[in-house]
């Protein structure tokens, strides 16, 4: 019997694109939903996702927008 429980959320448009599990403290989360994956998409054409991780894990989380 499979288990549909897994995933009580989507992944974010970031893991859905890079077809990766969407962890519950996932960096990209809050920033990119699931239903605008073009945001993702655009961002990581002109920055890359390695690079948007860490610029986010760099700044301090009050300071995100």
């Not at 990209?28 to 655009?42: D, G, L, M, Q, R």
């Not at 920055?47 to 300071?63: R, T």
């Amino acid at each position: 019997m499979a288990s549909s429980s897994s995933y009580s959320n989507p992944p974010c448009a970031a893991c859905k694109f890079l077809r990766r599990k969407c962890v519950a403290g996932c960096i990209f989360a809050p920033y990119f939903p699931p239903e605008e994956p073009t945001k993702f998409v655009n961002v990581h054409k002109i920055f890359g996702a390695s690079n948007v991780s860490k610029l986010l894990n760099e700044i301090l989380p009050h300071q995100r927008a």
